[in-house]
């Protein structure tokens, strides 16, 4: 970028310095990522120009599926006139580019990974094992654990980041794939601080929460699962919170719902929420769960989602709608309550 002049930040998707030329632009830097809020705030994916004593500052959004990556700031004494703003958006599109193709990348092994997970989980050991050697999948031995990490879908990605670069994870041989949007698998060997581990990495992500098997053996794993998916749907949304799938209590009332007529009930009483979160940007299942969780309080229920309360308010006039209930009925909210940890893990 020195065909521009002035200096060059070049930020994470958190605003985290990854380079700086020259050296001394780094003084830049907290001015810089008050600025990256504007792109959080209003979800702006497109360039921003903003002044600064002395300085014009360009700020490029690196973009790859619709989600900032990166940011490259620019800053000197003039505008970037538009031969040097179409410098400026090459670099950017191949810096997108260069990422595009390591994700794609990523998630071939991603792949692989969770299909020897769902081979362990559901009691293949040996084709398991079969699959992770023909794939280079490592795969814990001897006692082990599994964990399910959930957080709201439009965290999802960086649960799975966060639980992939995990330092004290990636030290041991851990076998880790995302289910769908939201939700983490976790096999991992019995260790000390095992636990602590997984609990640091619910801290590290919004809403986290988890439950976690005690040491068993890989022939027990598909009811060591099981175990931990009814643990995790009956358990309160308790940020950072991990449930350990040891007593009956934990799982409580539900760990006994868990058929087919009742989710087929749970299935229904959800129908309209599914209608109305289906292609929506608004996670509407985690504003209703963290609305019954709060027990219908609304300033506590809008605090925990980081909105106004009266955008609470619409949007659960929104699901009010769609359910045909009334959410104000504690009766109709331990109903929900219900319906939502039977098929919503």
Known sequence: MSSVGGWVLLLDEHGGLRSSVPATARA???RIQTELTRFTAANQLSALTVSMPGESVAIRPVVTAGRARGFLAIGRAEPLDPIERSLVDTATYLMAEDLRRTDESRQAV???RRAVLQLMLDGDIVRARRTAATLRVPVPDGPMRVALLGVPRNHGAELLETAEEDQALRRIVTLSAELRPGRVAILLPEA???????EAILRRVPHGRGAVSDSTDAAELPAAWARVRSVFRAALDDPGRLYEARDVTDAGLLRHLDGPDARA???????GLRALDKGSKVDFVQTLRT???NNGRADAS???LDIHRHTLRYRM???????DRDLDDPTVRAELWIALQLVHE
Do not use: C, I, K, V
Not at 192 to 198: F, I, Q, V
Not at 265 to 271: D, G, V
């Open 28 to 30: 830049h830097l907290p």
């Open 110 to 112: 991603r792949n692989d």
């Open 192 to 198: 000390e601080g095992d636990t602590r581990t997984l």
């Open 265 to 271: 009930w749970a299935e229904a009483t959800l129908a």
């Open 291 to 293: 609305f019954l969780a």
């Open 302 to 304: 809008a605090s925990a």
């Open 317 to 323: 006039s929104q699901l009010a709608t769609a359910l």
